[in-house]
């Protein structure tokens, strides 16, 4: 089974930075797959970065993420926050195993930005 540990959120004003972490532990043969989403309050879940897609065009200019393949934790580095960033980030990892295909969701992380 694998687990996720998200961190990293929290309160911050315009303008300013937060980094958030999501580690994967448990047991399996390789990561096939990390990403980072966001849902804001009423609106639908969107992507901010994967390991498939990279960064979101609307925030690119913004956000950057990393991997650290020996510590199984994907880092999303977000800069110049807005009010609009508002939302719980949720990380997304998919692993191979014995039993081929887990697909796991952490519980999220809430990112504030007061204006």
């Known amino acids: 089974q694998v687990q996720l540990v998200e961190s990293g959120g929290g309160l911050v004003q315009t303008g300013e930075s937060l980094t958030l972490s999501c580690a994967a532990s448990g047991v399996f043969d390789k990561i096939v797959f990390m990403g980072w989403y966001r849902q804001a309050s009423g609106k639908e879940r969107e992507a901010v970065a994967t390991t498939s897609t990279n960064v979101a065009d609307s925030v690119k200019d913004r956000f950057s993420f990393s991997r650290d393949t020996s510590k199984n934790t994907l880092y999303l580095q977000m800069n110049n926050l807005r009010p609009e960033d508002t939302a719980a980030y949720l990380c997304?990892?998919?692993?191979?195993?014995?039993?081929?295909?887990?697909?796991?969701w952490g519980q999220g992380t809430q990112v504030t930005v007061s204006s």
């Open positions: 997304n990892v998919v692993t191979m195993g014995r039993d081929g295909l887990s697909n796991v």
